[in-house]
């Protein structure tokens, strides 16, 4: 009975947030939680409908071989670094392409969870940055256009993250944003070798929208303590949890 009241309170009360500002809230714990996504909103159906959804488990045995490498044209990029309440968001209108599955697709932001979404064998880094793009396509009935594409970043706790570093020191702790005075390169942030694993999943925060192809990136880069710790004051935690495989095969290039 409890429960029942529970549920119709927290019915009337996302109802009447949805009205305020036509946006329902959602978060990382208790009802609100990744558990509940699905139930909270008929936009978020598909984060308990979806069959392949992100973030998952990549088991590093017996891939598929991708034939075409990671290749990115980034370049220095007018940055607005957001806190949209569930991550810190940095907009890159200018910040060049990547060339994806033998597709350009044009970079849009990045943004950052603690932990990791994405586990190798089950092991969780502490940290991983989305790098978000967007297929332009190439005319309006393109079947490809506005098609999504990530390229993941794992994070180990090592030395100081320079190229994090400018971000770090403007990132609102509170919703809000900042546009930094210095241009953004997202290239600072790629490591050394763009071996990666692939696969096909959703956006991983509701409503989880499914058709975004991932390019995880196997090698980590380093991020100090002080940095993660952070981060970590205004997000302790805003990682999904990994999804049910459904048959997905990941593949690996390089
Ligand atoms: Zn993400």
Not at 36 to 55: H, I, R, T, Y
Request: glycine share 10%; hydrophobic share 35%.
């Amino acid at each position: 009975m409890i429960k029942k009241i529970t549920i119709t309170c927290g019915f009337l009360f996302l109802a009447s947030s949805a009205f305020a500002d036509g946006k329902v809230k959602w978060g990382y714990e208790g009802n609100i939680g990744p558990a509940n996504w699905g139930d909270l909103s008929a936009e978020f159906a598909m984060c308990k409908n979806g069959k392949v959804q992100a973030p998952i488990d990549i088991s590093s045995k017996g891939l598929g071989k991708a034939t075409t490498p990671v290749k990115t044209f980034y370049h220095n990029s007018k940055a607005t670094v957001v806190n949209n309440g569930h991550t810190i968001q940095v907009d890159l209108p200018d910040g060049g392409y990547a060339s994806l599955s033998d597709d350009d697709f044009n970079i849009l932001q990045f943004h950052m969870h603690a932990p990791g979404e994405e586990t190798v064998d089950g092991k969780r880094y502490p940290f991983n940055a989305h790098l978000v793009h967007i297929n332009p396509g190439d005319s309006e009935s393109d079947t490809e256009r506005g098609k999504l594409a990530v390229i993941g970043i794992f994070f180990q706790e090592g030395k100081e993250n320079a190229a994090l570093k400018p971000i770090f020191d403007v990132m609102p702790a509170k919703v809000g944003k900042v546009v930094m005075k210095e241009k953004f390169d997202p290239s600072k942030l790629l490591p050394k070798s763009m071996a990666y694993y692939s696969y096909s999943g959703s956006l991983t925060t509701p409503g989880c929208n499914e058709g975004v192809t991932f390019y995880i990136l196997k090698t980590p880069v380093e991020m100090s303590a002080a940095q993660l710790a952070q981060f970590k004051k205004i997000f302790p935690m805003n990682a999904r949890p990994v999804m049910p495989l459904n048959g997905r095969k990941v593949t690996e290039g390089s």
